[in-house]
């Protein structure tokens, strides 16, 4: 993907860039709210507004175990080009409530309930009337979320950028037959017999992770940027999935390829080449059955050598990915 002029942050800059102009950002312009979601729950969300007024907005999905915090850098660089930006604390992670007593499970007891929180944030701002161009910039379960959210409201935005979704998740050696069976069969013994949420087998609390063993960038910088917000806010700390989570989110991944055909705004989808956390088999299946309106528009996209977080990696991949996504925002703006 080529490069554009747009002026973002550079990782070589972020120890200078946090504390003189990100961070004095966020202080004057973000602001933290919640509503009351699905069954209840109490879903937290940022708004950061652009510096000068403006009629666009991009709504961020992001991926399991992630909170808004993370999201500083991003939020900004996208505030810088003219838009506001909404971010949400998905139910079960970030500062959002939990779907149970304990914290650190990621648990969902309904895949829909994440589209449901969406939907809700989104009619409760009023973004509909408030901003004539509306997109959406989703990260791996959050590509899952938004591409559900497509499919149920096909009005709502202009366009859609998906980094790395959530369409298969990456097993290793295990079938995927045995993967989905036994995480079905676990969550309904859970069900049955009125315990857990347990978490999947091999699954754990929250562990600090190192730089050389990591899955999702090859920018040091940014990874240890996302470790030190982790570890100052250790309440949106996250463990690994439940059964429940996995059951949930297999069956939604197969509904999201079978329903691809009713997806009709102009899509945007990021590869990363070497990603280990979700398919690309599962992506191209995604993007191969998308219908006729929404394909005529659609874009597929592989980012060569990027690991899972398109959106944190180094430079090389993260500038010409960002920049390919204002630009196709831009082609499609009203």
């Not at 004057?28 to 510096?51: C, D, M, N, P, W």
Request: net charge negative.
């Amino acid at each position: 993907m080529s490069t554009s002029n747009y002026q973002l942050s550079q990782e070589h800059e972020l120890a200078t860039v946090y504390p003189e102009k990100i961070q004095p950002y966020w202080a004057k312009h973000a602001r933290e709210a919640s509503f009351v979601g699905a069954q209840g729950l109490s879903i937290k969300y940022l708004k950061l507004t652009a510096a000068e007024p403006n009629n666009k907005v991009i709504v961020v999905s992001p991926g399991r175990t992630e909170a808004y915090l993370k999201y500083d850098e991003l939020a900004y660089d996208l505030a810088q080009q003219g838009y506001d930006v909404f971010i949400i604390d998905h139910r079960g992670q970030g500062l959002s409530d939990r779907e149970s007593a304990r914290w650190q499970p990621g648990d969902v007891a309904s895949f829909q309930y994440y589209v449901d929180d969406l939907a809700m944030l989104i009619e409760q701002q009023d973004l509909l009337a408030n901003y004539q161009q509306r997109f959406i910039l989703a990260h791996s379960m959050g590509g899952a979320i938004a591409a559900h959210y497509l499919q149920q409201f096909p009005n709502t935005f202009t366009a859609a950028a998906l980094s790395a979704p959530m369409f298969g998740i990456n097993l290793g050696m295990l079938p995927k037959p045995i993967a989905t069976s036994l995480a079905a069969i676990m969550s309904k013994l859970e069900r049955q017999f009125k315990c857990g949420p347990y978490y999947a087998v091999g699954q754990s609390d929250y562990k600090h992770g190192s730089f050389n063993n990591n899955h999702l960038t090859h920018s040091e910088q940014r990874f240890k940027q996302m470790q030190a917000v982790y570890l100052a806010h250790p309440q949106i700390q996250l463990g690994g999935p439940t059964n429940r989570w996995l059951d949930q989110s297999f069956t939604a991944m197969q509904q999201i390829i079978e329903r691809a055909n009713t997806i009709s705004v102009p899509l945007l989808l990021l590869q990363a080449e070497q990603d280990e956390i979700v398919t690309a088999v599962g992506q191209r299946a995604f993007f191969q059955a998308l219908g006729p309106t929404s394909a005529a528009s659609a874009q597929f996209k592989i980012i060569a050598g990027a690991k899972h977080e398109i959106l944190f990696e180094s430079d090389s991949m993260r500038n010409p990915a960002l920049s390919g996504i204002l630009n196709f925002f831009e082609q499609h703006a009203n």
